[in-house]
């Protein structure tokens, strides 16, 4: 039977009986629940890869010793879990993980940024800190060139997201552009 949202939370109450620290770090989210938790590392259970696209300062000739490639710009997150999960957690240097995991459990879509609902961090911390910490997320991800943004983009129609992910109404594409300009991103980011 598949887990749903109150099984983990059940869970995560037990795991973490104290609140922990969320932060925006410039370009990821520092999240203490992390180093006890280590559940979207791990073997996945969708049948669907998570693919997770490298920018081109993170691809090498080692880059296929460290993570499962579907091509040379695109790490997979399956069933087989992370190859970069060592068991001190994530084995890459922070510039060498892909942006998706450092912006997890916020999760940029084409449609705008979406919040994966069983993480602990997000179960767990009020929904309005995650919002600040999405339009600090936003502001990031509108620095990134398009052509990478698009491949950083998960492509997963809404409906299917919405299973398991709350949708923030903090959106992009053409603002993007507008926040490059120096415009103001608040004002665009809210639909
Ligand atoms: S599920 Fe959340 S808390 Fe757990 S490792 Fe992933 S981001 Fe961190
Ligand atoms: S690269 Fe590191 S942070 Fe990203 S999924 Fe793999 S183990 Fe986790």
Redesign the pocket.
């Known amino acids: 039977m598949k887990k749903d949202i109150w099984y983990y939370l059940a869970l995560w109450r037990k795991c973490f009986p104290q609140h922990r620290k969320l932060l925006w770090r410039g370009s990821w ?1 520092e ?1 203490d ?2 180093q006890d ?5 791990g073997p996945q259970d969708s049948p669907i890869p998570y693919p997770m696209h490298l920018l081109p300062e993170q691809v090498g000739p080692e880059t296929g010793k460290h993570l499962y490639l579907v091509d040379t710009h695109t790490a997979i997150l399956d069933q087989r879990g992370c190859k970069a999960l060592g068991s001190e957690g994530c084995s890459l240097e922070r510039a060498l993980r892909p942006v998706a995991c450092g912006l ?2 916020l999760v940029p879509t084409k449609r705008g940024l979406f919040l ?1 609902k ?5 179960l767990l911390t009020p929904l309005v800190q995650w919002m600040d910490l999405a339009q600090e997320a936003g502001r990031f991800l509108c620095r990134i060139p398009r052509e990478h943004l698009q491949h950083i983009c998960l492509s997963i129609a809404p409906e299917k997201l919405a299973e398991s992910h709350i949708f923030l109404h903090i959106a992009w594409g053409k603002n993007q552009h507008d926040h490059a300009q120096g415009k103001r991103f608040d004002n665009a980011k809210i639909r």
């Open positions: 989210l999240n629940y992390c938790c280590r559940y979207c590392c997890f459990p994966y069983n993480c602990p961090a997000v």
